[in-house]
């Protein structure tokens, strides 16, 4: 039986999904535009009012927002509701320049809980479920947002938060969790500890998981899958649209579909802001159409990603995202060669080394340097030379550029309890 949370919007015809998005849009649009000063005088600016926009067709037509935005009106600058509306902010980890804060009506979070409750449905969650969400909780949206999806859909909750990651496993073993939420690297390194500790799958009852937060590879979700014994599920969205459940992966493990009737995606050229057509990649641009407190129009998330609007074999007709292939601003450029740490991963893991690995990036003599830090698998054998320089090889193959790799001992590179912090740019410092 195919698992549905709301089935009548998650398998709705694509026709009254498009006629649900115009008619929300325009009362979106009529809203900020009327309560958010920020977006009308960008609006103005542009020379759209909002009987310009009849429905999805006319989006093209407002202008974008982007984070350079967010900061620029923090901290209330783009709130449409009175503070007094309001029941709780989120943040994000920002680590350079102004954090981003998002705010919440109790309807606002509503949506959002029932968003996260469609990913742990599609995942096989149900009432008999016992979920343990070891995102962070507090400012971070990950631990709220799949702690409140999943008393939605009434599975026992275990909010662990993350950390202290023996006594996840012990947890995990005497209450017996079937489901999973973390970050895929948290998720990794669980999985280690299990084995560490002596246990295999056979001592857990886990059976799925539910990992976003951060880009991670294909090659990743099957080492996670058979570390823990389970099916591995994507789950994305950011701060800015609330938080987790934008969209999410289901049975069919071929991207996440987005909960369109909340937010109406758009794939644009990054450098013009063209519009490009369904199966381009570009940066993804969100617009909300039922947020009341923090309604973002044209929102540009800076992530690369494809849309596809391909049957799926799960029955829902909601549109697809593929797992987004890094931030705009995360590629690194090395010696003019565009790099993604994914595909760095995406070598390491198909030669039979762990997700840990360390990038590191430098410029000595005006000249860029690539340094990569892996550890060591014990079962390929003593010449670790030569495996340095096969798997330099390989990488060479992949990124068009040649790095230094280093094996280093295991157990010696940071794990992650969060988000994985995987590269070091170093010319940024002496910049
Ligand atoms: O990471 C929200 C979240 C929590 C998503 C838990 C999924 C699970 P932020 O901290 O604002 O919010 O970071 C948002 O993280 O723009 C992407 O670059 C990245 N990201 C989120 N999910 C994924 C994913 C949360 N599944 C930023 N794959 C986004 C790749 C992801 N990157």
Redesign the pocket.
Same mark, same amino acid.
């Given at each position: 039986m195919a698992n549905y949370w709301n089935q009548e919007i998650e398998c709705m015809s694509r026709e009254d999904m498009k006629k649900l998005q115009d008619e929300r849009l325009v009362a979106q649009v009529k809203y900020v535009y009327d309560n958010v000063k920020y977006y009308r005088d960008l609006m103005d600016e542009k020379g759209v009012k909002p009987e310009d926009i009849s429905g999805t067709d006319d989006l093209h037509k407002l202008p974008f927002l982007s984070k350079a935005d967010l900061r620029d009106a923090y901290p209330y600058g783009l709130l449409a509701k009175p503070l007094s509306e309001c029941v709780r902010i989120q943040s /994000?980890?920002?680590t350079t320049g102004k954090r981003?804060v998002a705010f919440y009506t109790q309807n606002d979070i509503d949506l959002w809980e029932d968003c996260c409750a469609r990913a742990i449905v599609a995942a096989g969650g149900t009432k008999e479920d016992v979920c343990q969400v070891c995102?962070g909780y507090g400012l %971070? /949206?990950?631990g709220p947002?799949?702690n409140g999806g999943s008393h939605k859909v009434g599975c026992l909750t275990l909010p662990m938060s993350s950390g202290n990651t023996e006594r996840q496993i012990s947890f995990m073993r005497d209450l017996g969790s079937t489901i999973l939420?973390c /970050? =895929?690297s948290y998720a990794a390194y669980i999985g280690e500890t299990l084995h560490d500790m002596g246990y295999t799958t056979d001592d857990i009852k886990l059976k799925a998981g539910? %990992?976003?937060?951060? =880009?991670?590879t294909e090659e990743m979700r099957h080492s996670i899958e058979e570390s823990l014994g389970i099916k591995a599920y &994507?789950?994305?969205?950011? /701060?800015?649209t609330s938080? =987790?459940?934008?969209?999410f992966e289901c049975s069919e493990q071929t991207g996440?579909h987005i909960n369109e009737d909340h937010f109406i995606p758009e794939i644009i050229d990054p450098e013009t802001g063209e519009v490009l057509p369904d199966g381009e990649v570009g940066e993804l641009v969100f617009t909300s159409i039922t947020k009341e407190a923090f309604p973002l129009l044209r929102y540009r998330? *800076? &992530?690369l990603c494809v849309l596809s609007r391909k049957k799926c074999s799960c029955g829902r007709t909601l549109i697809k995202m593929s797992?987004?292939m890094? *931030?705009s601003d &995360?590629m690194l450029i090395i010696r003019g060669v565009n790099v993604f740490p994914s595909q760095i991963e995406t070598v390491l893991i198909e030669k039979g080394y762990t997700p840990n690995y360390l990038i590191e990036v430098d410029r000595v003599n005006n000249t860029d340097t690539l340094d990569i830090s892996v550890e060591i698998n014990p079962d390929m054998g003593e010449n670790i030379a030569a495996q340095e320089k096969a798997l330099a090889t390989a990488m060479k193959t992949m990124l068009g550029i040649n790095p230094k790799v280093h094996l280093v001992e295991q157990k010696s590179i940071t794990r992650s309890e969060g988000?994985a912090v995987r590269v070091i740019d170093r010319r940024k410092l002496h910049d």
């Open positions: /994000t980890s920002g981003v995102y %971070f /949206t990950g947002g799949l939420c /970050t =895929p539910i %990992f976003g937060a951060e =880009p991670w &994507d789950i994305y969205g950011l /701060t800015e938080g =987790p459940g934008v969209s996440m998330t *800076r &992530d797992k987004p890094g *931030r &995360d988000k």
